[in-house]
């Protein structure tokens, strides 16, 4: 079975330092990933996706995520944070087929000045 | 833009209610998604379509039923609200079955059951 476990739930940075999202999966066959982005009173978007082309996948707004098989992980990365940064972030699999897609529990960025 | 509309952005409803969500897309999409979002949970999927008139269980379908009777809306129906059913509820929609596809999100209903 196909799962995603996001292993902070809240993360904090100042502007214009780095931020880390970290994202472990588990699936049976090679996997489908995607970033998806939440902003406040705003549907979710898609921020990025892995689908086997290449391990460093880059996305909107200067975001970034490596697929690494042999530590399962797909963490989110971006050089620098902005203030318009501060969403929720959800990592999510697809499972199965009619894109049954499994969020992660989400990790809430916090953007500081 | 695809642009996937919800109808209510707040809802409260008193417990035994029967409520109904609707969902519109507007680009032709074959494929709609409702999910359910509480904190900590992340979403979880209730009922998906992926044609007029035919439906699928999700993860968590129970006290739940959906409706699509025209390829752009997707109702989703409470048939007597409980109070475990207060949450944030996301339509969504994509164009394809592929595991690659990406899904379009509506800007979800707060639902409160009292």
């Known amino acids: 079975a196909q799962s995603v476990t996001q292993l902070d739930s809240h993360v904090s940075v100042s502007e214009g330092t780095p931020v880390l999202l970290r994202c472990n999966y588990s699936?049976?066959?090679?996997?489908?990933l995607f970033w998806y982005v939440q902003h406040p009173n705003k549907g979710l978007q898609l921020l990025l996706k892995?689908?086997?082309?290449?391990?460093l996948v880059k996305g909107i707004n200067g975001f970034e995520a490596e697929f690494k098989k042999s530590e399962t992980s797909f963490h989110l990365t971006k050089p620098s944070a902005h203030m318009s940064d501060a969403a929720e972030y959800f990592c999510?699999?697809?499972?199965?087929?009619?894109?049954?897609?499994?969020f992660g529990a989400g990790t809430r960025l916090a953007v500081h000045p | 833009d695809v642009k996937v509309t919800q109808s209510s952005r707040y809802l409260v409803k008193r417990t035994g209610e029967k409520v109904f969500l609707e969902c519109v897309q507007d680009m032709d999409h074959e494929n709609m998604f409702w999910y359910r979002q509480d904190p900590g949970l992340g979403l979880r999927l209730i009922y998906f379509s992926y044609d007029v008139k035919m439906k699928e269980k999700g993860d968590i379908p129970e006290g739940y039923s959906v409706s699509r009777e025209k390829k752009e809306r997707f109702s989703l129906i409470l048939e007597s609200a409980s109070t475990n059913q207060t949450s944030m509820y996301l339509c969504?929609?994509?164009?394809?079955?592929?595991?690659?596809?990406?899904?379009?999100f509506g800007s979800g209903t707060q639902l409160s059951v009292l």
């Open positions: 999510v699999v697809v499972s199965g087929g009619y894109n049954k897609l499994i």
């Open positions: 892995y689908t086997s082309a290449a391990t």
């Open positions: 699936s049976s066959y090679s996997p489908s």
């Open positions: 969504a929609s994509s164009a394809d079955t592929g595991r690659n596809e990406k899904l379009f």
